[in-house]
Antibody, heavy 124, light 108 residues
Framework: QLQLQESGPGLVEPAETLSLICTVS??????????WAWIRQPPGKGLEWIGS???????FYNPSLKSRVTISIDTSKNQFSLRLSSVTAADTAVYYC????????????????WGQGTLVTVSS | EIVMTQSPATLSVSPGERATLSCRAS??????LAWYQQKPGQAPRLLIY???TRATGTPARFSGSGSGTEFTLTISSLQSEDFAVYYC??????????FGQGTKLEMK
């Protein structure tokens, strides 16, 4: 059974870079033809897609965050990571790592698996 | 960017009754729409994809309908564990993938 687990600092200072890692178990990133994603949720608010990376390396980012976001994959550790630079209080959120699943009927990719999420607070 | 609008923001329903949640897209999605359930302190859980297909483990009382720009999630007979926040998400026009703002289903 596929499981995803986020890890990283729970507190980041303003203007610094937020860095999170998602460790995948129950499946190999390098042998899974899927997108791996980061999604966030500010406290008490809705969900915002940050970006996704295809297992072969293509990346797609939310235009609203594109200038500050980097998603990368480390197949040797079966992990993928998120870096978000120049953070402000508005970046305080629960960050989820996730995996897309392919819908052959519609030829589309929806988010099929989610990690439990990790709260990152931006504050000095 | 596709804007997803869910209504109502809050829905109060008694256990055993039927709940109907709506999701509207600013452009046609064909059937590329998913529904998620989120309980407090938990990650979202996939319920429906392709507008109408129940995900593995989704009870039969949950059903999705619609195509184009208008979609509905129906829960036929509410159980206590169904009270949660529900989100719709489009995956037809991306980036970015976009979510609705959520409907909170509360016990009446």
């Amino acid at each position: 059974q596929l499981q995803l687990q986020e890890s990283g600092p729970g507190l980041v200072e303003p203007a610094e870079t937020l860095s999170l890692i998602c460790t995948v178990s129950g499946g190999s990133i390098s042998r899974s033809p899927y997108f791996w994603a980061w999604i966030r949720q500010p406290p008490g608010k809705g969900l915002e897609w940050i970006g996704s990376m295809y297992y072969r390396g293509s990346t797609f980012y939310n235009p609203s965050l594109k200038s500050r976001v980097t998603i990368s994959i480390d197949t040797s550790k079966n992990q993928f990571s998120l870096r978000l630079s120049s953070v402000t209080a508005a970046d305080t959120a629960v960050y989820y790592c996730a995996r897309h699943s392919y819908d052959s009927n519609t030829d589309g990719d929806y988010v099929g698996y989610w990690g439990q999420g990790t709260l990152v607070t931006v504050s000095s | 960017e596709i804007v997803m609008t869910q209504s109502p923001a809050t829905l109060s329903v008694s256990p055993g009754e039927r709940a109907t949640l709506s999701c509207r897209a600013s452009q046609s999605l064909s059937s590329k729409l998913a529904w998620y359930q989120q309980k407090p302190g938990q990650a979202p859980r996939l319920l429906i994809y392709g507008a109408t297909t129940r995900a593995t483990g989704t009870p039969a009382r949950f059903s999705g309908s619609g195509s184009g720009t208008e979609f509905t999630l129906t829960i036929s007979s509410l159980q206590s564990e169904d009270f949660a926040v529900y989100y719709c998400q489009q995956y037809n026009h991306w980036p970015p993938y976009t979510f609705g703002q959520g409907t909170k289903l509360e016990m009446k």
